[in-house]
C-alpha cells in the first residue's frame, strides 16, 4: 500500500513563505511526475504544480514565480516552496503520486492546511 506522508502546512500572514514536504516509501517515486494539489472547501481540487523525473516542473498560473516544486530521488521526498503567500492561497494542500504506465493509479496523502491571513 502506498503511502504519502504530508507536513508543513500551518498559519502565516501574507507576503510568508512556508515550505511542504512529502515523503513516501513508495520505489516508484523516482519515476513519477509527483504533484501538488490545492483544494477550498465545495471546489474540485487543482494543479498547482507537477515535476517529472529529470525535473521539469510546470505551475499553475496563479502560484508561477511565487512557488517552486522540487525533489528529493535519493529521499523519496517531493517538496514545495511557497513565498509571497497571498490570502487566496488559503486552502488543503494535497501531494499526488501517480503510477507512471497507462491505467495506473493515483495516490493521495492526507492533505495539509495551510491558512494565510492578512
Known amino acids: 500500500q502506498v503511502q504519502l506522508v504530508e507536513s508543513g502546512g500551518g498559519l502565516v500572514q501574507a507576503g510568508g513563505s512556508l515550505t511542504l514536504s512529502c515523503t513516501t516509501s513508495a520505489t516508484i517515486f523516482t519515476l513519477s511526475a509527483m504533484a501538488w494539489y490545492r483544494q477550498t472547501p465545495g471546489k474540485e481540487r487543482d494543479l498547482v504544480a507537477r515535476i517529472f523525473p529529470g525535473g521539469r516542473a510546470n505551475y499553475a498560473e496563479s502560484v508561477e514565480g511565487r512557488f517552486t516544486i522540487s525533489r528529493d530521488d535519493a529521499k523519496n521526498t517531493l517538496y514545495l516552496q511557497m513565498n509571497s503567500l497571498k490570502l487566496e492561497d488559503t486552502a488543503v494542500y494535497f501531494c499526488?503520486?501517480?503510477?507512471?504506465?497507462?491505467?495506473?493509479?493515483?495516490?493521495w496523502g492526507q492533505g495539509t492546511q495551510v491558512t494565510v491571513s492578512s
Open positions: 499526488n503520486l501517480p503510477e507512471p504506465w497507462s491505467g495506473g493509479r493515483n495516490y
